[in-house]
């Protein structure tokens, strides 16, 4: 019976030592792939422990499906893993898989807005990122609810346009339209502030002040150039001249324009047209940079009324009529 005893504590002894060794063994474990990188696996909301060892190995980031699990099983670990599409290294262990799947920090992905980028080029952009149908999105950066829901409640605005401030923002694949629009208001909210700070006397609202700033966005390619536009604009304005913008003619033909600008759309009247409407237009007709903001506040003295587009992004100004006739045949006409 006494030797009984003591072969069974050395056969339970062992099958101890061997069990911690082969969860050392497993633990130290590291999976390799020989695919693209980075490994990615997605975890959605209701799935189960098993269903998602099961991913993981499908992915390769998993080697040895039931240590795995009956490891995170007796560990609790299955209790805390978060639900995000997740990134792999080349080479990761169980624990660190683990510790992945509970971060909740999920794969980020870029988005960019340029400068000078209208809401429907934005909804496009989203649009072929998977955030809905195109026309769907420009419809909800023209309601006054989303709106409000991003944080725009200023009873001037009517569409979101001028307010999705140009920057790269990072989004993970759970996030939904409202989130980025939310991080784009924010950033726009962020630089008035700053803004307003730095200039405390205005002439004009902030959303009047974004308007003008949209223009002068589309109106140069030369970023130099921004304080000279909008000082022109300034002195049309005080002169109560008409802008003359061809791009607010242009954004106001928006879901018609086809590349071409003709005189009839000159003459057409539309809340958008500077060319009929003597003032600024209804609305921002892009979205602009700090700068193109800064420069509104803070425009470049100049007696020019008029400027030319010289073909290569930059213009020529000048300070009456004759002047700028000159230069559209030299520029433009000849050219």
């Known amino acids: 019976m006494k030797n009984f005893i003591q072969w069974s504590l050395l056969i339970l002894g062992l099958t101890i030592i061997g069990a911690a060794g082969g969860t ?31 991913g993981l190995v499908e992915a390769g980031i998993v080697s040895h499906p039931l240590p795995f699990y009956w490891w995170a099983k007796l560990t609790g670990a299955w209790a805390k893993v978060k639900a995000a599409e997740y990134e792999f290294p080349k080479e990761v262990g169980p624990e660190q898989v683990m510790s992945i799947l509970q971060s909740g920090m999920g794969r980020h992905y870029e988005f960019l807005v340029r400068e000078g980028d209208n809401l429907y080029l934005v909804a496009r952009a989203l649009a072929e990122r998977g955030f809905g149908e195109e026309s769907e999105l420009v419809a909800l950066f023209k ?3 989303f709106l409000t829901r991003v944080g725009l409640s200023d009873p001037e605005l009517h569409t979101l346009e001028g307010y999705l401030a140009p920057s790269t923002y990072f989004y993970e694949k759970r996030d939904t339209v409202e989130t980025l629009v939310k991080k784009m208001v924010q950033v726009s909210d962020r630089w008035w502030t700053e803004l307003d700070a730095e200039y405390p006397q205005k002439k004009l609202s902030r959303h009047e002040t974004v308007i003008l700033a ?34 607010t003619t242009i954004y106001g033909i928006w879901e018609r324009y086809d590349g071409n600008i003709r005189k009839k759309d000159l003459l057409e009247s539309t809340p958008y047209n500077t ?28 007696d020019a009324l008029y ?29």
């Open 24 to 54: 050392l063994v497993f633990l130290n474990g590291r999976t390799s792939s020989l695919g693209p990188e980075p490994r990615v696996f997605e975890v959605t909301r209701g799935m189960s422990p098993k269903e998602i060892t099961r």
């Open 143 to 145: 309601s006054k609810e």
């Open 214 to 247: 949209s223009i002068v966005e589309k109106e140069t390619g030369a970023a130099s150039e921004r304080p000279l536009i909008a000082g022109v604009f300034w002195n049309r304005l005080n002169k109560h001249m008409r802008l003359q913008s061809d791009p």
């Open 275 to 302: 060319y009929t409407v003597a003032a600024l237009p209804v609305g921002p007709i892009s979205n602009p940079g700090k700068d193109a903001l800064r420069a509104v506040l803070q425009p470049a003295t100049t």
């Open 307 to 335: 400027f030319v587009a010289k073909g290569d992004g930059s213009h020529v100004f000048s300070k009456t009529y004759a002047e700028h006739q000159k230069n559209v045949v030299e520029y433009q006409l000849k050219k």
